[in-house]
Nanobody, 115 residues
Framework: VQLQASGGGLVQAGRSLRLSCGAS?????????LAWYRQAPGKQRDLVAL???????TYPDYVKGRFTISRDNDKNVMYLQMNRLKPEDTSVYYC?????????WGRGTQVTVSS
C-alpha cells in the first residue's frame, strides 16, 4: 500500500488550501479509517482529522470549524480542506490509512502559512 499526499504550499494567513492523499495497492480503502496528522519541527505528530469507514469524523479543537476531512472511496482519495489558515498551522501534513489492523503513512506535504 502506498499513500501519496499532495496540495501543500505557501499561503497567506486567512487563505485556504486543499490537501489530497491517494492510496494505491489496496482494495481495502473503503473499509479503512483515514486520518491527517501534522508535525512541526521539534514537535510531536498531532492528529488533525479522522474519518472512519462509516463516516464518523473527529477533529481536535485547534482545527474544528476550519478544517474538513472527506473521502472518495471510488477514487481511493482522501482530502483535507483547510480554511482560515493560521501561521501556527505551518507543518508537514501526513495522511494515514488504517486497514486490516495495519497502518500506512504517506510521506507528507509541507504547508507554510505566512502572517
Amino acid at each position: 500500500v502506498q499513500l501519496q499526499a499532495s496540495g501543500g504550499g505557501l499561503v497567506q494567513a486567512g487563505r485556504s488550501l486543499r490537501l489530497s492523499c491517494g492510496a494505491s495497492g489496496t482494495d481495502s480503502f473503503s473499509a479503512s479509517t483515514l486520518a491527517w496528522y501534522r508535525q512541526a519541527p521539534g514537535k510531536q505528530r498531532d492528529l488533525v482529522a479522522l474519518i472512519t469507514s462509516t463516516g464518523s469524523i473527529t477533529y481536535p479543537d485547534y482545527v474544528k470549524g476550519r478544517f474538513t476531512i472527506s473521502r472518495d472511496n471510488d477514487k481511493n482519495v482522501m482530502y483535507l480542506q483547510m480554511n482560515r489558515l493560521k501561521p501556527e498551522d505551518t507543518s508537514v501534513y501526513y495522511c494515514k490509512m488504517i486497514a486490516n489492523l495495519e497502518e500506512y503513512w504517506g510521506r507528507g506535504t509541507q504547508v507554510t502559512v505566512s502572517s
